[in-house]
């Protein structure tokens, strides 16, 4: 999260709305370890990561759709078994779940 203040501070003063994801948990084998986070504006800027890349553009749509207010804050989990996280390209064999919600700080 630490790397992320620059932007979230620069974002903040641009009057901008921030969700944030971060990783909460992995089971198996994960792309990156719990506490790894990503914070999206609501104009669409990214920073950070919490998959190396493969999950990343439905976390995006994710957060967008929380900080318009047609999805809840709250835990997100891709796996491999999950149909829309293989599509998405998260093969790596495990699970990870996601707490995405919008910053309020």
């Not at 969700?19 to 609501?42: K, L, N, Q, Y």
């Not at 493969?54 to 994710?62: I, R």
Request: overall charge negative; charged content about 20%; some cysteine.
């Amino acid at each position: 999260m630490k790397d992320l203040l620059e932007d979230i501070n620069r974002w903040r003063a641009a009057g901008e709305r921030i969700a944030v994801a971060r990783v909460v948990d992995i089971e198996g084998s994960g792309p990156r370890d719990p506490g790894a986070a990503m914070a999206v504006t609501e104009s669409g800027e990214v920073a950070g990561s919490v998959s190396g890349g493969c999950v990343e553009g439905a976390v995006v749509g994710q957060a967008l759709a929380i900080l318009d207010g047609t999805e809840s804050a709250g835990v997100t989990t891709f796996g491999y078994s999950d149909d829309e996280a293989f599509a998405v390209g998260l093969t790596c064999g495990g699970t990870i779940h996601l707490f995405i919600e919008e910053l309020n700080w």
